[in-house]
């Protein structure tokens, strides 16, 4: 996350959703009400002897923006969605990382840039430093303007996209071509060397008139349930999606949570407070729920888990999960329940993050500090599979839903 920053080390590939080959000339469109994106899930395996380590760098190195310079970090372990995402005339489509947490696309990790003439080089250079456990790796590269094309609506001339050097992603995984960030465009502040900010995905949707509205909606089904695959909807909402009404909270005025889709919210364990009204963000690049260590603390104690050594995860017993309390996190005076089943890493993925087959693990996980730093908590991918999210920067609020999976059993 440029504070944040995106996930994981792929297990094994998945085939990506082929999106329209065909060719996306430049051309004046009508405004759209909302136009879809579909998404296809990863499983990512563990790269590091404990999976907590890369969540607790990420939201480590969001702590440690400043005003002088964007820090991405990401975590490469648990579950992801990717977009395919075509850049040219005609386009070259790559496979990208759908990341809420940062706000610059980039492509070049495991497919050259294929330019055309609709490629500008800017003159400018792109750096962006990924906490990825043991070391730390900088993505760096040139700043070109191109032609994006999402799908057959949607297409964008002159969209900033960093093209990764030769070399620069060696300590990344190799199964994308780098990452769609889909986060306010402060997040792109000092990352490009010639530009304070550079304007997003959705900044331009929005700008060239795609789109009424610069409202993205996201939903992702969870990685145990039948069908895997998740979308986004640019302009607005999908309300077949969604179970009940969609719920907004404007964006925390807390920094450093502030840049970024920042909330605030408590969370209880069944009728017990573990964290008080407090900042944090929404992170679709951080699979599990990481919460302050005080939180984390509590949550630990009520549960009875015990620190699993080969993931750094609490792990519980048959036993105890069947007297888990649900989660409680209460937004904008309305609360949001994570069930029992939804606090449990999906068993039939044990062994992806280094786990046991048969061991329970708990998504929650701990931040690394206490409350009260402006970061206490990010609601990560787990959270997302059970509630439908809306991205809204015309109006600077984050939006909840119910879906059909936010009570699903599938874990």
Known sequence: MVLSKSLVS???????????????SPRPRASLSTATLKLTLGINSVETNNTTVAARARARV??????????NATNYVGVYHSADVGVGDPPTYYTLLVD????????????????TNTSKDTGGQ???TYGIPPEESTVYGEEYLDTVTLNSDLVITNQSI????DGSTSGLPSSFDGIFGLGPVDLTEGVVNNAYQVPTVMNNLYAQKTINSEVLGM?????????????????GYDASKITGDINYVSITSTYPASTSWGIDQSISYGNTTILSKTTGIVDSGTPFIPIASDAFTLYQSATGGTIDEATGMLTISSDQYDKLSSLYFNIGGVSYELTPNAQIWPRSLNTDIGGSADAIYLIVTDIGSDSGSGLDFVNGHCFLERFYSVFDTTNSQVGFATTEYTDATTN
């Not at 792929?10 to 996306?24: D, H, I, N, S, Y």
């Open 100 to 115: 809420t947490g940062s706000s610059n696309t980039w492509i070049g990790a495991s497919k050259s840039y294929e330019k």
């Open 162 to 165: 960093g093209v990764a050097q």
């Open 62 to 71: 969001l702590l440690q923006r400043s005003g002088s310079s964007s820090i």
């Open 10 to 24: 792929l297990l094994f590939p998945v085939l990506a959703l082929l999106l329209q080959t065909a060719r996306a």
């Open 219 to 235: 939903f992702f089904s969870p990685a145990s349930s039948d069908d895997t695959t998740g979308e986004l909807t640019f302009g």
């Open 126 to 128: 792109f750096e962006i």
